[in-house]
């Protein structure tokens, strides 16, 4: 057991630095840098002796592996950096970014599972088959859905036509109605989606037969018998999200303009705010480790199988 | 000379119940005398969404249109630009007075002003303030302003006497101390390294509004200051402004700052699109689209580049370029044809539109004179190499994407191909000074004097040309040594009358070379709801809010 966890945390560790290491080596190779594009703006009127001023008292143009080297050192002790952009350190931008997106990606998250489980298990409940068949198709339609348009429509309908939520100015949760909608709905495709074929597919399993057999309801076979059986893989997947939820995250905070860390990602890579991307890369991985190590973890819980296998391999 | 603005305005018209006016009313007279037989209200907080963040608010650097928007509420100038005639009139300054040669400027501090952090302003604050915008400040990173021309130095005469003297004669500072560039603020605020002030909170002005908090690049609260008593002397209404505040929240999408408006949850929104006026007018609501009275919305050569260096190749690209087309696809009335290089409402302006023709045989004439030939492609060609061009789109600039493949199409008639790229990227800023990635640019600037000429062109200011010697290190060798003399005269050249000859020559020069295309004269558009009562712009068309009251919503 302690070695499995160690091994684990030592891969999570190799993946971060991987991570910083190569976005370390892509962000460097990018033309130009924050410090330029931020004062090499005309309406500044700056000459290249400023600008050459300017660049060395920020330390831009000392050699490559050095400045690899004191990063590396900085971020191992918290320390993440200035922002050129913004004139504020990077971990106060993290800070304050942090809480927005996180509930938006928590509620997020949480209402696609409830709409993914709502659709699989309505398709496969519902008696008559061309019903079925329409539920069976929502999640194609939904996978298919940019999440910006779909931002821009439920702006339109739900704030400017019904007026029932502002967009501008929102209490505490109205802000979060739409976009957590907005996010919700594509995410939830792709969970449905693995959730159907699940069950189609734990639905042809022997002990489905023999249930059937003894009298048991098709609803009764499908909560009791299929369910817990067909979320497993369904797990899997969920952690892989996370990415998603991130790239959604991206374009829902740019469209309803809220603050977070997409909109920080946003306005970082549009200035190429180098200490505030490479935070945000090594921020998102280890958020992705973490996710991914946790659904590893839970696995034993819905599945009593892999607790046996645990204890022997431990 | 007196100048009228002669662009028609939606606003005032509406207000007045009439459908139409052109002709020389301003903007500024129709809205303020509609309001003047309606009693203003006090109180309110105006909601007001912005496309974009502001960026740095050094008060020089309030040429950039978010930050200019912001800083006019907040800071005070020295004089006052009536932007209905542009004379210049007191504000903090009571009275001025010049010396022959334009060297020396003697102002008188009204009394009684404080900062809105208690500091008092003063000749002494003055000076601070000048001797920073005219000079910069290399250890704070302070970059000098492009409104003050060969500043020298400052000299307190009396607690509420300043002067300040110039290497050379420098006619445009009077002018220069009415715009948002020189703004005046606190000497604490001076005290600031210039990456510090992106923080909004920390730029203590004299204004009729004071930051009260700041959520950086999405929001922005402004509260009125009860004791301000020291708006421009000339202006009807003295005292506090009659709003308690001002909300800005920044709403890039077009789609979401015109809904939020027609639904009722925003005031005041800036940047419409010309294809969205009508959905805005139809619903009764306001539109304000005042000049920015400076260089027109052009595309510019750089001709450091050698397939832009010969004089006939932007000659025919600009007699290739049909701008009533681009005007009337993409744009509205609000959008004048350009006839120059700057606006017809600019200072010093002269009519070259005979010079700026459409005629597609001159310049497949011109490019052949030039040696350019049709290849097989269908481009031209010269020693095996093809004439094509770049240009990074401008996102500031209305539609601009959509003026440059327009351009691109019109080109293509000629054999010439013109790449559109998206400025998305942070790079796209250090590629468009690289005159071999970025040949073409799209450019424009606003300010009512006609150093806003050399603002644009000279080396060392916007240098749009990239000449060398200027923000750009990737220039190898180009520097038009006559049009830099042209712009120094511009800017040191006392006499009225002959400094306006001068801008005349500086425009016809720059169009006899070819070096810009002006497309159209470039309006500043916003939309409001029609209780916004008393919206006025400063005379380049940033809003001020100082005279702005909400009536009732009916």
Not at chain 2, 2 to 31: E, K, M, P, V
């Amino acid at each position: 057991m302690s070695r499995y966890v160690i091994g684990r945390i030592g891969q999570a560790l190799v993946v971060l630095w991987a991570a910083f290491t190569v976005s370390f080596i892509l962000l460097q190779a990018l033309p130009g840098d924050a410090i330029l594009i931020k004062f090499l703006n005309p309406e500044l009127g700056l000459g290249p002796e400023q600008i050459a001023d300017i660049r060395a008292s920020y330390a831009a143009d000392t050699p490559l592996w050095s400045q690899y080297l004191h990063t590396i050192a900085n971020f191992l002790t918290g320390r993440f950096g200035y922002s050129v952009q913004a004139g504020v350190p990077v971990s106060a931008l993290l800070l304050a970014n942090l809480p927005p997106t996180l509930w938006l990606a928590t509620f997020g998250f949480l209402l696609a599972v409830i709409l993914a489980i709502s659709i699989s298990f309505v398709s496969v409940l519902l008696p008559l088959p061309r019903l079925r068949a329409f539920f069976h198709s929502i999640p194609s339609l939904f996978i298919s859905t940019p999440v910006f348009w779909l931002g821009i429509l439920l702006i339109q309908v739900f704030s400017f036509q019904l007026k029932l939520i502002p967009v501008i100015s929102p209490g505490p949760w109205e802000v979060l109605v739409l976009p957590v909608l907005t996010l919700a709905v594509p995410i939830s495709a792709p969970l449905a989606q693995v959730l159907m074929r699940n069950i189609d597919h734990v639905l042809t399993e022997p002990f489905v037969a023999v249930a059937r057999a003894k009298g048991a309801s098709h609803g009764w076979v499908v909560w009791k018998h299929v369910a817990k059986n067909a979320v497993l893989p369904t797990l899997t997947i969920g952690g892989i999200l996370f990415g998603e939820l991130l790239a959604g995250a991206v374009v829902t905070e740019a469209v309803f303009g809220l603050n977070g860390i997409g909109s920080l990602t946003q306005h970082a890579v549009s200035s190429q705010d180098i200490a505030v991307l490479q935070a945000l890369v090594v921020f998102s991985a280890a958020a992705f480790v973490l996710i991914n190590l946790t659904v590893d973890l839970l696995y034993p819980i819905f599945d009593p199988r892999l607790r046996i296998q645990k204890g022997a391999v431990a | 000379m007196s100048l009228t603005s002669r662009f028609r305005n939606r606003a005032g018209l509406a207000l007045l119940g009439a459908t139409l006016l052109a002709g020389s009313a301003s903007w500024a007279a129709t809205a303020w005398a509609a309001g003047a037989d309606e009693t203003p209200v006090k109180g309110g907080t105006l909601i007001y969404l912005e496309q974009q963040a502001h960026t740095n608010l050094y008060p020089p650097a309030g040429g950039f249109y978010p930050n200019g928007g912001i800083l006019n509420q907040i800071t005070d100038k020295l004089t006052y630009q009536n932007p209905q005639t542009l004379e210049i009139e007191p504000w903090i300054a009571e009275s001025w007075t010049v010396n022959a040669d334009a060297t020396e400027y003697t102002f008188k501090i009204r009394k009684g002003i404080t900062f809105s952090d208690g500091t008092p302003l003063d000749a002494a604050a003055v000076a601070k303030n000048y001797d920073t915008f005219g000079r910069g400040n290399k250890e704070l990173k302070l970059p000098i302003s492009e409104v003050i021309n060969n500043y020298d130095r400052s000299e307190v005469i009396d607690p509420y006497t300043v002067k300040f003297y110039f290497k050379k004669p420098s006619p445009g500072f009077l002018q220069g101390t009415s715009v948002i560039g020189s703004g005046l603020v606190s000497p604490a605020t001076l005290a600031l390294p210039y990456e510090a002030l992106g923080d909004a909170t920390k730029i203590i002005g004299s204004g009729p509004f004071v930051v009260a908090s700041e959520t950086l690049g999405r929001e922005l609260t402004l509260k009125a200051r009860a004791d301000y008593n020291w708006g421009p002397a000339k202006l009807s209404h003295q005292g506090r402004a009659y709003l308690d505040g001002i909300k800005y929240i920044v709403t890039p999408e077009d789609s979401v700052r015109i809904g939020a408006l027609l639904a009722g949850q925003a005031d005041v929104i800036r940047q419409i699109q010309a294809y969205d006026e009508k959905q805005v007018e139809d619903e009764g609501y306001l539109i304000y689209a005042p000049s920015t009275r400076g260089v027109n919305n052009s595309v510019v050569f750089r001709p450091d580049n050698p397939l832009v260096a010969d004089v006939r190749v932007r000659r025919a690209l600009l007699h290739a370029t049909n701008t009533d087309e681009i005007v009337s696809t993409l744009f509205s009335t609000r959008y004048p044809k350009a006839t120059s290089i700057i606006a017809k409402t600019a200072l010093g302006y002269v009519d070259l539109s005979s010079k700026l023709t459409h005629d597609l045989e001159k310049a497949k004439a011109l490019l052949d004179e030039a040696g350019w030939r049709v290849g097989a492609s269908g481009l031209r060609q010269k020693n095996g190499q093809t004439l094509e061009l770049s240009a990074y789109e401008s996102l500031p600039q209305p539609q601009n994407k959509e003026t440059l493949q327009l351009v691109a199409q019109q080109w293509g008639k000629v054999g010439v191909k013109l790449n559109v790229l998206t400025a998305d990227s942070g790079s796209a800023t250090v590629n468009n000074l690289d005159p071999v990635k970025a040949p073409v640019s799209p450019a424009m600037v606003g300010r009512a004097d006609p150093d806003v000429i050399k603002s644009q062109y000279y080396p060392t200011n916007r240098n749009v040309l990239l000449q060398k010697g200027g923000n750009s290190d990737k220039v190898q060798s180009f520097v038009d040594d006559k049009l830099n003399g042209l712009l120094e005269k511009l800017a040191s050249e006392p006499d009225r009358t002959k400094r306006l000859a001068i801008a005349g020559d500086v425009q016809s020069y720059v169009i006899d070379q070819a070096y810009a295309i002006p497309i159209f004269e470039e309006p500043q558009a916003f939309a409001a709801a029609p209780y916004v009562k008393g919206v006025s712009f400063e005379a380049v068309g940033r809003p001020s809010f100082y005279n702005t009251w909400l009536a009732p919503r009916r």
